[in-house]
């Protein structure tokens, strides 16, 4: 279920600012005559792709973080079941 909602929000961090940059884009075109839709759709680009790399790698020190804490949790049972066994 975690990895869906992780795809979920790698999905929606992406799209978002790409579609939002390109309706920006095309609207200044539209309004203006310019030709701002091609370097705001790259810009949209680029900041889902920054998007998506903070996310996943946030979601990667969560998954270390939790590993060590439950690695640290086992070896405190270990070594308190060890001393119990050996007073």
Not at 1 to 16: E, R
């Amino acid at each position: 279920m975690k990895n869906i909602v992780l795809i979920s929000q790698l999905s929606i961090c992406v799209m978002v600012p790409t579609f939002l940059c390109l309706a920006i884009g095309l609207w200044l075109d539209g309004k203006f005559g310019t030709y701002f839709t091609i370097p705001l759709l790259i810009i949209g680009i680029a900041a889902g792709a920054r998007n998506a790399y903070v996310l996943a790698m946030n979601s990667i020190k969560q998954d270390e973080q939790a590993k060590k804490h439950k690695q640290d949790k086992e070896i405190a049972e270990k070594v308190e079941k060890y001393n119990e066994t050996h007073k």
